[in-house]
């Protein structure tokens, strides 16, 4: 009995260590579904959209080494509508005129149908959409940069950058990555 609760403590030292938020860091002004739409018809800002799930080791990753940068999270804040998508969203997203639902596969395994159309994800039998990813917008939301691989923090800032400033109107993004000078 004394080692389960020392185990505990320990347990719970390193648990509230790991999950301690930085108090420099600003959480991301995450937009709810409902307002969604609303945003979209304002035309001022670019948005983002984090795709994940609650269990994957990657998007945990993600959402520490992303959503826990101060420059990302001032930067989104500031210049983007971000939203997240989290696999288990069972409610019914309306966009530009189209209506997303979630599409219930198993008894507990499911999808949103907007997972696969920000990620241009095939659909393909008995595949789930790609997690984590993220999905970049214009100031119309109109889908720019479909992001379903694993990248580091220097390159999200330098696409979040490409996508701000519209660069994607009239640059390659090799291009601009070549000549853009971030701040990580």
């Given at each position: 009995?004394?080692?389960?609760?020392?185990?505990?403590?320990?347990l719970?030292?390193f648990?509230?260590?790991?999950?301690?938020?930085?108090?420099?860091?600003?959480?991301?002004?995450?937009?709810?579904?409902?307002?969604?739409?609303?945003?979209?018809?304002?035309?001022?800002?670019?948005?983002?959209?984090?795709?994940?799930?609650?269990?994957?080791?990657?998007?945990?990753?993600?959402?520490?080494?992303?959503?826990?940068?101060?420059?990302?999270?001032?930067?989104?804040?500031e210049?983007?509508y971000?939203?997240?998508?989290?696999d288990?969203?069972?409610?019914?997203?309306?966009?530009?005129?189209?209506t997303?639902?979630?599409?219930?596969?198993?008894?507990?395994?499911?999808?949103?149908?907007?997972?696969?159309?920000?990620?241009?994800?095939?659909?393909?039998?008995?595949?789930?959409?790609?997690?984590?990813?993220?999905?970049?917008?214009?100031?119309?939301f109109?889908?720019?940069?479909?992001?379903?691989?694993m990248?580091?923090?220097?390159?999200l800032?330098?696409?979040?950058?490409?996508?701000?400033?519209?660069?994607?109107?009239?640059?390659?993004?090799k291009?601009?990555?070549?000549?853009?000078?971030?701040?990580?």
């Open positions: 009995m004394n080692k389960f609760i020392k185990f505990s403590f320990l719970l030292a648990t509230l260590v790991e999950c301690t938020v930085d108090p420099e860091v600003e959480p991301i002004n995450w937009v709810d579904w409902t307002d969604w739409d609303n945003k979209r018809k304002l035309g001022d800002r670019p948005a983002i959209v984090w795709i994940h799930t609650a269990s994957c080791e990657n998007c945990i990753k993600q959402e520490k080494e992303f959503f826990g940068d101060p420059v990302i999270v001032n930067y989104i804040n210049h983007f971000a939203a997240h998508l989290l288990t969203y069972k409610e019914d997203i309306v966009t530009q005129n189209n997303f639902r979630y599409v219930q596969r198993y008894s507990d395994v499911g999808y949103h149908d907007l997972a696969y159309h920000l990620t241009k994800a095939e659909r393909l039998k008995n595949q789930l959409p790609p997690y984590p990813s993220i999905a970049l917008l214009d100031k119309d109109h889908l720019i940069l479909p992001i379903t691989k990248i580091d923090v220097q390159e800032e330098m696409l979040l950058a490409y996508v701000k400033e519209e660069a994607f109107k009239t640059t390659k993004i291009d601009f990555k070549a000549q853009y000078e971030g701040k990580l």
